[in-house]
C-alpha cells in the first residue's frame, strides 16, 4: 500500500519525491 501511495505521490510530485522513495526501497 505505501509503496502505490509512493508511486502516486512521483507522478504528481517533483523528482525530489523520487529520491526519497528511493531511498525508502525502490
Same mark, same amino acid.
Given at each position: 500500500?505505501?509503496?502505490? &501511495?509512493?508511486?502516486?505521490?512521483?507522478?504528481?510530485?517533483p523528482?525530489?519525491? &523520487?529520491?526519497?522513495?528511493?531511498?525508502?526501497?525502490?
Open positions: 500500500m505505501i509503496g502505490r &501511495l509512493r508511486g502516486t505521490l512521483l507522478e504528481k510530485n523528482p525530489q519525491i &523520487l529520491i526519497d522513495a528511493g531511498g525508502v526501497g525502490y
